[in-house]
Nanobody, 118 residues
Framework: VQLQASGGGLVQAGGSLKLSCAAS????????MAWYRQAPGQQRELVAG????????YYADSVKGRFTISRDNAKNTVYLQMDSLRPEDTAVYYC????????????WGQGTQVTRLQ
């Protein structure tokens, strides 16, 4: 499975970004996808996840009400809409895929940098 993430960048206070992650390869084995992030000097954290079949979602408390994860199964793509970005959202965001529905990391994509300007 290959994951191609895109959509990161710089954003001003109150701004929004939308990340995309396109999956290819043996995608029939994937049952959930998720976004993790890692800021310098901090641990990696699960931000949001979605199951492929049922569309069940998970959000970290820190992003609830501001971020929305969605999927387009026809395009094998998962999105992360990020609104009302805060300085603490600044991190490298990674798209991951899991063979289970638990948002674990079986496959990584390359990271995409998100920076909320002060």
């Amino acid at each position: 499975v290959q994951l191609q993430a895109s959509g990161g960048g710089l954003v001003q206070a109150g701004g929004s970004l939308k990340l995309s992650c396109a999956a290819s390869g043996s995608i029939s084995s994937i049952n959930s996808m998720a976004w993790y992030r890692q800021a310098p000097g901090q641990q990696r954290e699960l931000v949001a996840g979605i199951t492929i079949i049922g569309g069940s979602t998970y959000y970290a408390d820190s992003v609830k009400g501001r971020f929305t994860i969605s999927r387009d199964n026809a395009k094998n793509t998962v999105y992360l809409q990020m609104d009302s970005l805060r300085p603490e959202d600044t991190a490298v965001y990674y798209c991951v895929a899991d063979r289970s529905e638990s948002y674990y990391i079986d496959y990584w994509g390359q990271g995409t940098q998100v920076t909320r300007l002060q």
